[in-house]
């Protein structure tokens, strides 16, 4: 009898086939494991609405994938519904996610993804981890804490405090780190580590990676960006 595995992983950002090849061929998930995705499933790559219909399918057939809302799902979700802030997106980038749902506008993206994006919780306990995309403000008391959405999702920095997490340690996203520095955290079963290696910018070497860290035996599974070209900044 196999043994059940966990995974984390993050900032998806509409590599679809990086993804699918990070579950199918380097992690070859099985229905007994859970896989945890930090958020960032849409936005900025080539193909967000096939990464959705990917997650949901791996839903339905019975796989343990569960997923956190990011900053980016809900910056769709907003523009989705009429509140369509600054931040999303440039022109580019827009008409990239657009077409990938086959729509012209976002109000016309269908409403299973958009139900689907809305039931995303912010954050997931486990026994030793918990997860969240970006991170928390520890200046606050716990409760508050837990209620400080904005934070997060967005947070690109904070000082973490093991004591407010009673002594878990925390696995986010968000904050693009070259490689080589999350195998470093890693390496160090640091208190918090970031695991978002950038998968979405192809052209950077130093990033370009979507990660999975196997929360058991701690092994670091990276895949480079595995998409078709796409314009998109080198950041």
Known sequence: MSISRRFAATDLHGCLRTFR???????????????????????KGPSSGG????????????????????NHDQELLDAAHGHAKKTWLTEPERALTLASFGVASVGEIPEKYLSWLTELPYELELPDFV???????????????????????????????????????????????????????????????????GAVY??????????????????????????LEYPIARR
């Open 51 to 70: 990464l959705l219909a990917y997650l949901m399918q791996l839903q339905a057939a019975g796989y343990q994938v569960q997923c956190l809302r990011g």
């Open 131 to 197: 997860l969240v995309h970006a991170g928390y403000n520890f200046a606050l008391p716990p409760a508050e804490m837990h209620r400080d959405f904005d934070t997060m999702l967005t947070t690109k920095s904070f000082v973490y405090d093991p004591s407010r997490l009673a002594g878990k340690r925390l696995l986010h996203g968000h904050v693009p780190k070259p490689l080589a520095d999350i195998k470093s955290q890693v390496a160090a079963r640091a208190g918090a580590i970031g695991l978002d290696a």
């Open 21 to 43: 090849y990070l579950v199918e061929e380097e992690l070859r998930l099985r229905p007994t494991d859970s896989l945890y995705l930090l958020g960032d499933y849409v936005n």
């Open 202 to 227: 192809r052209l950077n070497p130093e990033l370009r990676h979507l990660v999975a860290l196997n929360l058991d035996s701690w092994q670091l599974h990276a895949v480079e960006n595995r998409e």
